[in-house]
């Protein structure tokens, strides 16, 4: 089983930055995703990355603004989000997937977080 933890939200002005983290154990094995939900909405993907780091992707309304990072030997993975916007506001998870599938497609991860607020005021 695997816990993963996230933290790092909070609430900023537009136009901040925050730095999200997700620690587990052993989270060098799993390809991990951050996903979103803001209240009233359904769950959608921010971005993804690798086992190794070397591939990434990001969902088009953050493209440019957030940068996904891992450090293995800490097993932690980043969201470095930078020029943050209020519809950016919603609850933020991280998940892992130990196959490495599509890292948009929520069913691909076995193991989800409990989530992070992110509130961001105009």
């Known amino acids: 089983q695997v816990q993963l933890v996230e933290s790092g939200g909070g609430l900023v002005q537009a136009g901040s930055s925050l730095r999200l983290s997700c620690a587990a154990s052993?989270?060098?094995?799993?390809?991990v995703g951050w996903f979103r939900q803001a209240p009233g909405k359904e769950r959608e993907f921010v971005s993804g990355?690798?086992?190794?780091?070397?591939?990434?992707n990001y969902a088009d309304s953050v493209k440019g603004r957030f940068t996904i990072s891992r450090d293995n030997a800490k097993s932690t993975v980043y969201l470095q989000m930078n020029s943050l916007k209020p519809e950016d506001t919603a609850v933020y998870y991280c998940a892992a997937d130990l196959y490495g599938g599509g890292h948009h497609i929520m069913a691909n991860y076995e193991y989800w977080g409990q989530g992070t607020q992110v509130t961001v005021s105009s």
């Open positions: 990355i690798s086992f190794s780091g070397g591939s990434t």
């Open positions: 052993e989270l060098a094995r799993y390809a």
